[in-house]
């Protein structure tokens, strides 16, 4: 059996997991902090794939990075880079569809902690930098872990954006999900079982390290 | 006591009033598209409306389409799905379907499906075959060859012409002939193998270009039809095949460049 959509599958939700922690860690915690109209905005739009159909930001991407007009001909003409049918498309529709899963139990985590906390931290001459580093993050460490894992988890399981924007390229686009669509549309069940089964075990496996390695306490990244 | 039976009856009556139009609430969608289900290959997307009201005009029988890739529709059958009627982009997916017991008559050809090279741009399509190997070609887009007999044709073609290995770093593939329209007309791929039906359906707004592929050059995309087991005492489902093996239909299939013989 054909074993790249698996790695190809690993590869994206490692990178793009990676990419959201970076980006996401400044953002969840600009987003803890004090309440604007403009945060509720922009918190709003980064919430927005969780309830938006995947079919939606799929037409979007497709319409946006189309290289015959707009921003993709720019893309394609300026620096030769395609975002349809190639591997870095769907790291950025899966960074978009995936950012919720990593904000908003950091941001939640961020906002239950006791302000004195960060305070007392300033008080001793403590940079916002070195706050952040040393006394924040080691004190959301649990709700941390559950959104790296839910991320990495979350970018496994997509599925319609990849169909839309994919190509079904094998080795490049053709990720476990979309293989296990492709096996049962031409009637190869065995290939489709075994796709699945590994995508169940290593989901399963990684909620259930969760919970041991949080002792229980989890948290929904919808709190 | 005889009150007490009606009364006792009435309460049974407004419950079960109750439960009907619960019922009704929960179906009414399904209940309001009932019709002869008509499973259609990807290509038959626009021409299976035209044909809907056609026959509808003509016998009042109103059908429900569901349309998708011939292989899925196919694996859709097997696994017990309620269609009356399918309607293949080729012999074999029929073929297999009466093979197993799943439709009692053999399939019949009901039109030939004709391959078009199609863009979004005036590329030219004299020499389609050497256009495809500049670099000005990026993408070429193509069903999915195992489930979608238009696909199927389209690999066949770039492999007698001998650029199929040449080309195959710019191949996308889509689950469906639908979806192949779908990059044409949004220009994503530059070049995509479609049915001819997309550049005759009146829906297509996106000025396209296109080129005839000489039939000659790839076995006939033989499209076939069964009644399914589902149908056996629905008198509707043979009131639609011979429909779709009439005079009027056959002219529906000829205005949207489907070959009759």
Redesign the interface.
């Known amino acids: 059996m054909d074993l790249s959509p698996i790695w190809l599958t690993l590869k994206l939700a490692a990178i793009t997991t990676l990419l959201l922690l970076i980006v996401g860690l400044p953002v969840a915690w600009w987003l803890s902090k004090g309440r604007s109209f403009f945060k509720t905005i922009i918190e709003a739009i980064i919430t927005m794939p969780l309830v938006l159909p995947p079919s939606v930001l799929g037409f979007y991407l497709l319409l946006a990075f189309s290289p015959q007009h707009g921003l993709g001909k720019w893309l394609q003409n300026t620096f030769d880079i395609q975002f349809v049918f190639s591997f870095q498309g769907l790291v950025l529709a899966s960074f978009i569809y995936s950012m919720p899963f990593m904000v908003g139990p950091i941001k939640s985590a961020l906002q239950q902690l006791p302000a004195s906390l960060a305070q007392a931290s300033y008080t001793l001459g403590k940079t916002k930098w070195q706050t952040f580093k040393n006394i924040l993050i080691p004190n959301i460490k649990p709700s941390l872990l559950t959104a790296v894992v839910l991320t990495f988890a979350h970018t496994l399981g997509e599925f319609g954006v990849v169909l839309m924007i994919g190509g079904n390229i094998p080795r490049v686009t053709r990720v476990a999900s979309i293989a296990v669509y492709d096996s049962v549309e031409r009637m190869d069940y065995a290939s489709a079982n075994a796709y699945s089964l590994i995508l169940f075990c290593i989901t399963f496996i990684m909620v259930i390290s969760v919970f041991v390695f949080n002792k229980y306490q989890a948290k929904s990244p919808l709190e | 006591m005889i009150k007490l039976q009606n009364m006792k009856l009435n309460i049974f009556h407004i419950k079960r009033v109750g439960i009907v139009l619960f019922a009704g609430m929960l179906f009414s969608v399904p209940c309001y598209a009932q019709g002869l289900k008509v499973a259609a290959a990807a290509n038959l997307q626009s021409i299976i409306e035209v044909l809907q009201k056609d026959f509808k005009q003509r016998t009042g029988i109103g059908i429900e389409p569901i349309v998708g890739?011939s292989?899925?529709l196919?694996?859709q059958i097997?696994n017990g799905a309620p269609f009356d009627v399918f309607l293949s982009a080729d012999m074999s997916f029929p073929q297999e379907l009466y093979k197993e017991g799943l439709s009692a008559k053999a399939p019949v050809v009901y039109a030939y499906g004709s391959l078009i090279i199609c863009s979004?741009?005036n590329i030219g399509f004299q020499n389609w075959e050497r256009i495809l190997l500049t670099p000005r070609i990026?993408?070429i887009?193509i069903a999915?060859p195992?489930?979608a007999p238009y696909g199927l044709a389209a690999e066949e073609l770039l492999k007698k012409n001998g650029i199929l290995e040449n080309v195959k770093s710019k191949?996308?593939?889509?689950?469906s002939i639908s979806q192949i329209n779908?990059?044409i007309t949004?220009?994503?791929?530059e070049v995509g193998f479609t049915t001819q039906a997309l550049v005759k359906d009146p829906a297509n707004k996106t000025p396209l270009y296109w080129k005839v592929i000489n039939p000659k050059t790839y076995a006939p995309i033989q499209q076939g039809m069964v009644i399914l087991k589902h149908a056996e005492n629905n008198p509707d489902a043979e009131k639609f095949y011979q429909y779709i093996l009439s005079a009027p239909a056959k002219r529906i299939f000829e205005k949207y460049g489907y070959r009759i013989q």
């Not at chain 2, 949004?186 to 791929?189: F, I, K, L, S």
């Open positions: 890739s292989g899925k196919v694996a097997k979004s741009q990026k993408k887009a999915n195992a489930v191949m996308v593939y889509g689950e779908t990059y949004t220009g994503v791929v």
